[in-house]
């Protein structure tokens, strides 16, 4: 069993026990459970119910592993022949959590 949820904007894949990066929640600390209800498919062995945009009455229930700072990002901009070069980096946050229960 699966489904895919849409959290901050992004959709991923959840399976039970799986680990998702997802984008940094501030409201979240470690060893928290949180609840995700925006489910757009689920699947279940050979049935799929696909929403309208939104699952009724479906949800995930992840508990919160840890936050942190992923690698560096590097942007370079440059305009050929005159001389413009500039380098800017950025480390993006992230919150990992672990999917405890897929709710139909």
Do not use: C, W
């Not at 959840?14 to 929640?25: C, F, G, I, S, T």
């Not at 279940?44 to 229930?61: C, N, R, T």
């Amino acid at each position: 069993m699966y489904a895919i949820v849409e959290i901050k904007g992004f959709q991923f894949r959840a399976e039970k026990n799986a680990v998702l990066r997802v984008p940094y929640l501030n409201t979240a600390e470690p060893g928290e459970s949180l609840t995700f209800d925006k489910v757009l498919l689920l699947r279940d062995e050979d049935q799929i119910k696909v929403g309208q945009p939104v699952v009724e009455g479906a949800s995930i229930i992840a508990e919160v592993i840890d936050s942190g700072k992923g690698k560096k990002k590097i942007i370079y901009h440059h305009k050929r022949r005159k001389g413009y070069r500039v380098k800017k980096g950025y480390r993006e946050s992230y919150t990992d959590l672990r999917v405890t229960d897929i709710l139909a």
